[in-house]
């Protein structure tokens, strides 16, 4: 059994439609998928008649953007959401991140770029994806991007505009009121310092952690297996997939296990 639930499509911040990347997770031997594009669910319906015609588990998902002390910018994947009830903080959320992006375009032209939110909604190919690397690319940003954000687009710099809802706990309240399970993503992908991780796990009383994640070490992912025991929670699995391209989770089955456990699905609620 290949287990993969956080996969992204053209929905959000992906390359491929949701039915091509139900096809590449079926190429892969992928037993049991979510597609888990941000703030969105509009493409869980296509995936899950793909899913269907490749005989795989498709659970339907989202991936929630929330702020937390700790992370500007930390990611809640919520499991077996009804996408009808969770589609109203969707809607909410697209519309805080469309606004938060023209407030950054406002700020880098006060910087002397020539730009306009319509150019960075034409990077992004829909506005209610638009993301910081589309308005970099539309500002002129080309190859590694991080430069680009260091100087403007991260936090303290001079461009930056903070994420101001959901918060985490708002986040996980969402998921449950729409029926499914809440997992916090890839915590060592967000936040690096253990003793961070550890409080924030402790803390915000989810239901399950992303353990086996392609850039947790051996340690982190001990440490992460070590809370879920502790704290009684699901310890799942993914390799991010965004595409066949993508310059860091571009194939599914990236993940390692280390021999330490397996991972797992989410009960049902």
Known sequence: MLIELQ????????????????????KAGVTTLALTDHDAIAGVGEAKRAAEEHGIELVPAIEMSCVHEYAEDLHICGYWVDVGKIAPACERAQHERVTRAGEIVEKLRSHGFDLHLEDAVREA???????????????????????????????????????????????IALIREAGGIAVIAHPYWDISAPHEVDDLIRSLSADGVETYYPTHTKEQTEHLLDLCTELVLTPTASSDYHGPTHKTFAKFGAYDTYGLGEPQVPPRP
């Open 125 to 171: 190919g829909d506005a209610l994806s638009i993301g910081r690397p589309h308005i970099a690319r539309a500002a002129g940003a080309t190859g590694d991007l991080g430069p680009f954000f260091e100087e403007y687009l991260v936090p303290g710099a001079k461009a930056f505009v903070p994420r101001r809802w959901p918060t985490a706990e708002q986040a």
């Open 7 to 26: 996969s992204h499509s053209t929905v959000s911040d992906g390359q491929l439609v949701p039915s091509e990347v139900v096809a590449e997770a079926a």
